[in-house]
């Protein structure tokens, strides 16, 4: 499902950011990315999506390959993916209804489907009762269960979350936490860069560690009482 | 239609930048529809004085005036001669008379010669073809002497050049002006709505379906600005009439390549800048 072979991306100005990874993530998986600020987890879940290229080795997602992809390729990828960040990156002038629907409208759905469509991720993430209200009306924690709403309207085969709890107080960290498992236990995968080690350490999903843009540690490999985190 | 939805949203949610941004293109299309006036009137004006190209061949006393009206005829049958005419001793002297005005007595008792007046077809003035047309002309045997104001003709094929490589110059400069502006009001609205760009790549919106309604919004700013710079082109001219000389005005057809001139803009600035923003994001 998502494959990087010898994946090394350089930036031409602040150098090398991850370095050769090899890493396979399958159908469902339930994945942590831990590591420190700088670690290389932001630019690998972006090469998942294809914001980024790799600067030598190749990233397929879904049968897609950074080789050859194309600006259409990427676009029908996404499409196929849900994002999700620690900034929420809702539109201030748009409802929750809103917000979520335009990941619709701007993909061309069929308008009949729209309205269904958006009432079942709402009632899904627990927010049927506030479609209308605005992000500014919303507490932290709704306004990023109104981004993994946007995220899963398409009905994605992976959930990629870049630091979702970031910017969360604990209580609305594990509200999210909780709703992700439940995305994952209906069969997405999830791919989850955190900070979080209290998080994880609850957990028994796989857990990748990365440190100066290689991975040192992945669970999947190694049984998890080896390592510490 | 989402497209054009959208186009006429921006209009409505930034009402003061869209309407500075038609301003400001209305405003250099001014400019430019300010030159294209001043070019067409400086055109306008060497085509009337074309009007006049004509060549004069005098023509020897005592010529039977039959072969004068066979030459005439024949004259008037080559390609590039709108027509021939035969003037006589009697018209020449009036004509001169009508011309000097007040120094008509100086004609007094003259006699001036007869001559066929020759005017050529529009597409057949330029300094070449005169000279070959009068050259032909001349070598009738009755042909005394032959006039046509060759310093004076290549004194206006001069004067037509130069207007025609400056209206070049300085339209290509202008347009140039107006797209840049176009482009840079474009990219406030692409900045404008960034955060909405980067969501909706995001999710999986292709580049042309992003592209759409900002390639509308400058086409539509383009066609306004074009409207309004028009309008005050007319209001231009209309004090240059009044105050200074009497000018003609683009017609209809003319008007309309200048919307289409500034809908053009509209579009390939917006297009350049929608285009920079995607690449750099």
């Given amino acids: 499902m998502i494959r990087f072979f010898n994946v090394t991306k350089q930036y031409a100005r602040t150098g090398t950011a991850v370095q050769d990874i090899t890493l396979h993530v399958g159908k469902g998986e339930f994945v942590f990315l831990t590591g420190a600020s700088g670690a290389g987890k932001t630019t690998l879940l972006r090469m998942v999506y294809l914001e980024e290229r790799p600067t030598s080795g190749e990233v397929r997602v879904s049968g897609t390959s950074s080789l050859d992809a194309t600006p259409g390729d990427v676009a029908r990828l996404r499409r196929k993916l849900g994002i999700v960040f620690q900034d929420f990156r809702l539109l201030e002038n748009r409802t929750a209804e809103q917000n979520v629907a335009f990941a619709l409208e701007v993909t061309g759905a069929a308008k009949a489907t729209i309205g269904p469509k958006v009432a079942r991720v709402l009632t899904q993430v627990g927010l049927a009762s506030k479609g209308t209200a605005y992000p500014r009306e919303l507490s932290g924690g709704e306004q990023q269960r109104v981004a993994i709403a946007r995220a899963l309207v398409n009905d994605p085969f992976v959930l990629i979350a870049d630091e979702p709890t970031g910017n969360l107080d604990d209580r609305a960290t594990r509200g999210i936490f909780q709703l992700l498992r439940e995305i994952n236990a209906a069969g997405t995968a999830v791919m989850m860069a955190t900070h979080n080690l209290e998080l994880i350490r609850r957990q028994e999903f796989r857990t990748i560690e990365m440190n100066r843009g290689g991975i040192v540690f992945d669970s999947a490999d190694q049984p998890r009482v080896a390592r510490e985190l | ?281």
């Fill in chain 2, 1 to 281: 239609m989402r497209s054009l939805r959208d186009a006429l949203v921006t209009f409505r949610r930034a009402p003061l930048l869209s309407a500075l941004s038609v301003t400001t293109i209305a405003f250099s299309l001014f400019a430019f529809g300010l030159f294209g006036l001043v070019a067409l009137n400086i055109r306008e004006a060497l085509d009337r004085l074309e009007d006049r190209v004509e060549v004069r061949a005098f023509i020897a006393e005592g010529t039977p005036t039959e072969t004068i009206a066979i030459a005439t005829a024949d004259i008037a049958t080559f390609p590039e001669v709108l027509s021939a005419r035969t003037v006589t001793q009697e018209e020449a002297l009036a004509r001169a008379r009508r011309e000097l005005g007040e120094f008509r007595d100086v004609f007094e008792g003259a006699v001036l010669p007869a001559s066929i007046d020759v005017r050529l077809k529009p597409g057949f003035r330029a300094p070449a073809s005169v000279r070959s047309v009068a050259a032909r002309v001349n070598t009738y045997a009755f042909v005394d002497d032959i006039r046509y104001g060759e310093e004076w003709i290549q004194k206006l094929y001069r004067l037509r050049n130069i207007a025609g490589i400056a209206g070049l110059v300085l339209g290509l400069a202008f347009a140039s002006v107006s797209m840049i502006i176009i482009g840079a009001t474009i990219r406030m609205a692409v900045l404008a709505r960034a955060r909405e760009i980067s969501i909706m790549r995001l999710v999986g919106a292709t580049d042309s379906y992003i592209r759409r309604p900002f390639l509308l919004e400058g086409f539509a700013k383009g066609v306004m600005g074009g409207l309004l710079a028009l309008l005050l082109t007319w209001m231009a001219r209309l004090l240059i009439d009044r105050y200074i000389i009497e000018t003609v005005f683009f017609d209809q057809r003319l008007a309309a390549l200048g919307l289409l001139f500034g809908a053009m803009i509209g579009l390939v600035g917006s297009a350049v800048s929608v285009g920079r923003h995607l690449r750099s994001v």
